[in-house]
Structures are given as structure tokens and as C-alpha cells.
């Protein structure tokens, strides 16, 4: 997901990479510290597939750099965009980086798909933990730890669907349907 903020960022504006940095600690530092380790082997990486350009910048200077994006860049962007993988969708940090990004799809049926693939997943039954195959609610935990996790998530999910069903123009389901209030909907946790 780097990659995509990377381009996503470059896609608004050129940066020096220090500002690009700052940016995208600001988007995903909270869960995800952005170390120069894995920002600067990022950033080669783009400059040698061609969908960034790395250009001397003399007024700040000795060894200073502005990125942008390059018209292939672009297009791996939007491409990245329209079909994250499905860890994308699932993870909750990674899910946050498309969606920091999504408005740079021009199509606004191409940014809906990919809102439907998330509300879907949502809408599955899920938990933090398990009764063999079945999914445990908050209210069967007895672990006020384990419960509050539930039901943090729950509520966080709840907000997530109702927003997702508002932008797309939804109603939510009925009373009864495989989304009601009683089913815990653990958002996936976020990747290590």
C-alpha cells in the first residue's frame, strides 16, 4: 500500500521526498510508521519501472529531490484503484489508503465497485474469535477485554456500512438480514 500512497500523493502534487514523507506518515503513521527503510527502496522502485521521476531540485539544495508522476504512474494508479487486491478490501488500514486515493478514478461507477466490494465484505458475519467455524458475538464473551474489542468493532463497522450504503445511494437492509445489530462484524485487523 505504500506504492499506492506513494503515487496517490504524486498524482495531487510533485513533492520533495521529505514532504511525501511527512504526508504519508500523517495517512497510515498511526498504524504503520513510515521508516526511510521502506520508503526509499519504495520510491527507487517506482523511479525504475517509470511511474515516478526523481529531478534535481537546485533551490533546496545538495542532494535534494522532487518526485512526480508520470504518465504510466497514472495509469498504474487508476489501475490500482479500480481492482485492489482483496486484502485491500478486507484489511481496515489498507482499505483507508484506496480510499484516501479513490476519488482520482474519473468514473464514478468504477469508485462505487469498488465501495460495493468493501460493503460486502462488511456484511459478512465475522469475529475476532471463533466457536469452531462460528463466528462469536460480543454478548457470548465473557472476557470484558475481548468483549469490548467486539463491540468496538461492531460499532465501527456499523458506521463504516451506513456511510458506504449513503455514498452509494443504499438503503439498509431489513430488520432480520445478515447485518443487523446483533452481528459482531469485526472488521478484519489490520495487517502486520
Not at 496517490?8 to 504526508?23: I, V
Not at 465497485?113 to 462469536?136: G, H, I, K, Q
Amino acid at each position: 500500500m505504500l506504492e499506492l500512497a506513494i503515487l496517490g500523493f504524486l498524482a495531487e502534487t510533485p513533492l520533495p521526498g521529505h514532504e511525501l514523507r511527512r504526508r504519508l506518515s500523517q495517512l497510515t503513521g498511526y498504524t504503520r510508521p513510515v521508516s526511510d527503510g521502506s520508503l526509499y527502496p519504495a520510491i527507487n522502485r517506482l523511479t525504475k519501472a517509470g511511474l515516478i521521476e526523481r529531478r534535481a531540485d537546485p533551490a533546496a539544495g545538495a542532494a535534494r529531490y522532487v518526485l512526480s508522476l508520470t504518465a504510466a504512474g497514472r495509469a498504474e494508479m487508476l489501475q490500482r484503484l479500480r481492482k485492489p487486491a482483496d486484502h485491500e478490501i478486507t484489511d481496515f488500514t489498507r482499505f483507508y489508503v484506496v480510499l484516501a486515493f479513490l476519488s482520482h478514478l474519473p468514473d464514478v461507477a468504477e469508485q462505487h465497485a469498488v465501495l460495493r466490494r468493501r460493503l460486502e465484505f462488511l456484511e459478512e458475519p465475522a469475529s475476532f474469535f471463533y466457536d469452531n467455524e462460528r463466528p462469536l458475538r460480543a454478548e457470548e464473551i465473557a472476557d470484558p477485554y475481548r468483549r469490548g474489542m467486539l463491540l468496538t468493532a461492531r460499532a465501527t463497522s456499523r458506521a463504516e456500512r451506513t456511510w458506504l450504503r449513503e455514498t452509494l445511494g443504499e438503503k439498509p437492509p431489513a430488520f432480520g438480514t445478515a447485518c443487523t445489530d446483533s452481528d459482531p462484524q469485526a472488521p478484519a485487523a489490520p495487517a502486520s
